[in-house]
């Protein structure tokens, strides 16, 4: 809108000081004569504003004029760009929303002020995602983020962890929470609070019907339940190992959401290091056969026997394939 650009432009000369015609045609995405048709209007309104042509020319504010936007602190100016920095926008499609909200933070700010916001947006930064992800899956986050600001209902078709197929729900979103790069919905299903991962959400539509909430409940307050109830989950499987010392920057890289206790005498000597972690089940401690002889398990002696047996199932596959991976490989290769 003509209007938005104005305010841009305006923000930007009072941030920058003489900026050329071009530069700011390229980032308010219009063309140098769009530019100066608006830099017209601005002068028209009351704005002391000239443009110089010229290698050294440009368009500039008369010394000493200021628009009338004051009160952030040096250290709520930082907390901005630093918020600013999370990346959640760029999810919610808010990415050019956010360039021009920090042009507009930044016209605000007390001179004083200025460069301390400007070296935290290069300083700091914030990466929510975990080492050794993997690929996250895209996400569709536009008919959720509807739903959550018109209070409507929603219809979900949704694949529970463990089901092959989608189950259909109505819930009714308090909204969205970025946890750990991953995107939750937060909702009540018959009334009862549950959290539903963006990614597994196969399609959802906005139903007519306005959103029921239980009294005096908000999102924060929703979301504290739910996340109370997943981290106070029963123990699964406590598992005490030992890790060569020359695996364990790895180990603790790829093991730190079971980590419990980090391990004992990291810095002694030794060839060996003793962690504790914390598994949901027997089976899922099968991921430290990664480590091969590396990670040793020392208790409890079930985790032990099922590494075992995992080994021997491995162990005999590979036992009863190779003749026949050998036979295969010959008579392809004379085929």
Known sequence: MKSDRLLSILLLLQTRGRVPAPELAERLEVSVRTIYRDIEALSASGVPVYAERGRHGGIELLPGFRTDVTGLTADESRALFILAAQGAHTALG?????????????????????????????????????????????????????????DRRLRLRYRHSGDAEPTTHTVDPYGLVAKAGVWYLVADRRGEPRLFRADRVRSAKVLD???????????????????RRVEERPAGVDVTVRVRRDRLDMFLRLNAPALVELPEEEGGEGAWVTARLSYPSLPAARQLL??????????????????????????????????????N?????FS
């Open 290 to 327: 990664a480590f091969t002889d590396r990670v040793e398990v020392l208790s409890p002696p079930e985790v032990r026997e099922e590494l075992r047996a995992a080994a021997a199932s491995v162990t005999e596959l590979y036992q009863r394939t190779d003749g026949s991976a050998a036979t």
């Open 209 to 227: 019907d306005p959103v029921r909430r239980r009294p005096g409940v908000e999102l924060a307050d929703a979301w504290e339940v739910l996340r």
């Open 329 to 333: 490989h010959q008579v392809s290769a």
């Open 94 to 150: 808010l990415d050019a929303a956010l360039g021009s909200a920090l042009r507009k933070v930044m016209a605000a700010l007390p001179a004083p002020h200025r460069p301390a916001a400007e070296v935290t947006s290069r300083r700091i930064l914030v990466d929510a995602t975990r080492w050794k992800g993997g690929p996250q899956p895209a996400v569709d986050l536009e008919t959720l983020q509807d739903a959550v600001f018109a």
